[in-house]
């Protein structure tokens, strides 16, 4: 897997005390992972599986219990899991009226949810459900029309960067400033949907300018 041209989105687990004061931490976690992963779209949907899953927890295993989140991707799903160390109680899916004060928890995320599940292992239970992506790779990005012509830059610098000019055009200066900002606001959408820090890449392009710039003076004296 080349992550030059992907966005890397590597599993990881958060131990937690299932607390109704912790559910608020464990959503902006998943939040920020989101954003990173370049999925911020599936944060609602995501927050409210956790929030139900967990909450599932509290209610049926109690407060405190010792467990674990753990988010993935499987296959171009979004799988989020949530570990217990109760084998024995299992999380059902079963009709609430709107009004109903609790048992809506699971029927929420079969709702939200594509498909979900539960897991019994040896000495710990995995209740879990995944939500589409719209992705076609595990590794790739939507389908945004400024990282598309991102990419095409990108690829473009790669082979051609010494290539020779074609010939001139009388294209006007405003003209120019347009098309250079529009293609650097497209570069910085493609370091953003691959989960990479834009700030840090716009002082590092600063920086590389500022030290050419020097050089060339120099030279020129």
């Given at each position: 897997m080349d992550c030059t041209t992907c966005t890397p989105r590597k599993p990881w687990e958060l131990p937690f005390l299932a607390e109704p004061e912790g559910?608020?931490?464990?959503?902006?976690?998943?939040?920020?992972?989101?954003?990173?992963?370049?999925?911020?779209?599936?944060?609602?949907?995501?927050?409210?599986?956790?929030?139900?899953?967990?909450?599932?927890?509290?209610t049926h295993v109690g407060p405190g219990t010792p467990s674990v989140l753990a988010v993935s991707m499987n296959g171009t799903y979004l799988r989020i899991e949530v570990h217990d160390p109760d084998t024995r109680t299992l999380p059902t899916l079963v009709s609430a009226t709107a009004d109903a004060e609790g048992g809506r928890g699971m029927a929420l995320v079969d709702a939200v949810?594509?498909?979900?599940?539960?897991?019994?292992?040896?000495?710990?239970?995995?209740?879990?459900?995944?939500?589409?992506?719209?992705?076609?790779?595990?590794?790739?990005?939507?389908?945004?029309?400024?990282?598309?012509?991102?990419?095409?830059?990108?690829?473009?610098?790669?082979?051609?960067?010494?290539?020779?000019?074609?010939g001139s055009r009388r294209v006007s200066n405003a003209l120019i400033e347009t098309i250079v900002v529009g293609a650097i606001a497209d570069l910085l959408h493609w370091l953003r949907a691959h989960g990479?820090?834009?700030?840090?890449?716009?002082?590092?392009?600063?920086?590389h300018f500022e030290v050419e710039e020097r050089y060339r003076a120099v030279g020129a004296r």
């Open positions: 559910v608020a931490a464990l959503r902006r976690v998943l939040r920020v992972h989101l954003g990173v992963w370049g999925l911020p779209e599936l944060t609602d949907a995501a927050q409210l599986c956790v929030s139900e899953l967990v909450s599932n927890v509290i949810a594509d498909r979900w599940g539960v897991e019994i292992l040896a000495d710990n239970k995995v209740t879990w459900c995944e939500l589409a992506t719209g992705l076609t790779t595990p590794y790739g990005h939507r389908n945004d029309p400024h990282v598309s012509r991102a990419e095409m830059v990108v690829d473009l610098y790669k082979v051609r960067e010494s290539a020779p000019s074609t990479r820090d834009v700030d840090e890449a716009l002082d590092r392009a600063q920086t």
